[in-house]
Each structure stands twice: as C-alpha cells, then as structure tokens.
C-alpha cells in the first residue's frame, strides 16, 4: 500500500518562503509521475506541479518562476520549495502519485492518481 504524508507547511506573509515535503512509502517515486496539488478553500483541486521519473517537470503558470518541484530518490520523498508566496497561494497542498503508465502533466495525474496524501496547509497573508 502506497503511503503519502505531506509537511513543511503553516502560515507566512507575502514574499516569504516555505517548503513541503511529501514523504513516500510502499513505492519507488523515481520510477513514476509524482506531483503536488492545491485546493483553496471550497474551490476545486488545481495542479502545482508535476516530475517524471526521467526529471521532466511541469509548472502551472501561477507559480512557474516561484515554485521548484525537487525529488529526492534515495530518501523517496517529494519537495517543493515555494519562494515569494502570495496570498493567493493560499491553499491545502496535496501531493500524489500515479503507479500507472501516464503521461506525467497534472491534468493527467489528477486522474490516474492512485495515492493521495491527506493534505496540508499553507496560508499567506499580505
């Protein structure tokens, strides 16, 4: 059973930094598309970003230039260093993974995700 659990986050003020880690256990992160999502408050689930195993990374464009997807395999965790926040990038951060054959861009692992972490918060205020 694929185990996700999300860290790093709490609350800051607008141009600070924070970074979430997603530690993984019951699979190999480098063999599969792995990435993070946000849902603020009652608004649907969005895409952050996204990395294959071959290190191709994806970025939504709210928060390429800011936000750097790291995976760390020899510890089997997830990071994403999240640099001159904004208050719109308030939100409960998830990441997940997908064990399936996919192409790894966010709209498709939102789909074919099979594991979820439960979730973590981050809040920035102006």
């Known amino acids: 059973q694929v185990r996700l659990v999300e860290s790093g986050g709490g609350s800051v003020q607008t141009g600070e930094s924070l970074r979430l880690s997603c530690a993984v256990s019951?699979?190999?992160?480098?063999?599969?598309?792995i990435g993070w999502f946000r849902q603020p408050g009652t608004y649907a689930r969005e895409g952050v970003a996204t990395?294959?195993?071959?290190?191709?990374?994806t970025y939504s464009d709210s928060v390429k230039g800011r936000f750097t997807i790291t995976r760390n395999n020899a510890e089997n965790t997830l990071s994403l260093q999240m640099d001159n926040l904004k208050p719109e990038d308030t939100a409960t951060y998830y990441c997940?993974?997908?064990?399936?054959?996919?192409?790894?861009?966010?709209?498709?692992?939102?789909?074919?995700?099979?594991?979820w972490g439960q979730g973590i918060r981050v809040a920035v205020s102006s």
């Open positions: 019951g699979s190999d992160i480098s063999r599969y598309c």
């Open positions: 997940a993974i997908s064990t399936l054959e996919v192409v790894c861009t966010m709209e498709r692992l939102r789909v074919y995700a099979n594991s």
């Open positions: 990395i294959h195993n071959d290190g191709t990374t």
